[in-house]
């Protein structure tokens, strides 16, 4: 199976890229095979499938499921290249710049994140995800001002988004502002009852608040959700960083 943001990246992709241009039937053939493939949680035969088709016939649709393949596989230096590539071809698709920035904050280039999730809002404003990732390169860069700003804005162009109130509670928890953390998480667990972490964050923050009662019962239900344990499941954020 994939993982979720490789999974958003490939189903916004069957939308925005059918296949391999001017290409034959048994390119297009084998480029529905390497989808397949993908999606399919087995990223070393499609990352094969598509350098089959990239030796052939370099495009860029070719080279943005490759870098998929990798990303999935965790090689995220190999899907930063390959989706750079696919960008330098068709620098116009917004989908293409989403890879490379989420390749660029997984190889800590948080910066050049920011440069491409700031292209993709360009290319196409309506993508709410997309303020959720930038916010994270921001964070990590130290701007949490900005991070905020973003996360608010995603917010009010997509009010029913757990996620997003989830992140923004985080970023509040680790500047130490507890009671606006947890009234994030509420709307959080209100919209998605049933996210471990939500409830495990809101644990902390309402322990830094003194509210050791209503905390216990948080962590228990994160446990309860995970089957796992606080340390487990606690989101790394708290402490400083909320991603």
Same mark, same amino acid.
Request: net charge negative; hydrophobic share 40%; aromatic share 8%.
């Given at each position: ?66 870098? @998929? ?13 390959? +989706? ?46 997309? +303020?959720? @990732?930038?916010? /994270? ?28 109130? /989830? @992140? ?76």
């Amino acid at each position: 199976m994939l993982n979720r943001l490789v999974a958003v990246l490939f189903f916004s992709a069957l939308m925005l890229i059918p296949g391999v241009a001017q290409s034959t039937e048994d390119s297009q053939s084998l480029f529905e095979s390497g989808k397949a493939a993908l999606e399919s949680g087995r990223t070393d035969d499609a990352a094969a499938i598509f350098s089959r088709l990239i030796e052939a016939n370099p495009q860029a649709a070719a080279f943005y499921y490759r870098g @998929l393949a990798y990303s999935a596989a965790g090689r995220d230096t190999l899907a930063l290249q390959d +989706f750079d590539r696919a960008v330098s071809m068709e620098p116009d698709q917004a989908i293409y710049h989403m890879g490379k920035g989420i390749s660029q904050i997984r190889t800590a280039n948080y910066q050049d994140a920011i440069k491409s999730f700031s292209r993709v809002l360009e290319l196409d404003p309506e993508n709410v995800q997309v +303020f959720s @990732l930038r916010a /994270k390169a921001l964070f990590h860069q130290g701007q949490s001002v900005h991070a905020m700003e973003d996360l608010t804005q995603g917010i009010r162009r997509n009010p029913n988004n757990a996620a997003l109130y /989830k @992140l923004r509670g985080d970023i509040l928890s680790s500047a130490g502002e507890y009671d606006s953390a947890v009234q994030d998480y509420d709307v959080a667990i209100r919209l998605k009852p049933n996210d471990p972490a939500a409830h495990n964050n809101r644990g902390i923050a309402l322990a830094n608040l003194g509210k050791v009662k209503e905390a216990v019962e948080d962590l228990n239900r994160a446990m309860d959700i995970a089957s796992s344990t606080p340390a487990q499941v606690r989101v790394p954020g708290i402490s400083g960083n909320p991603w």
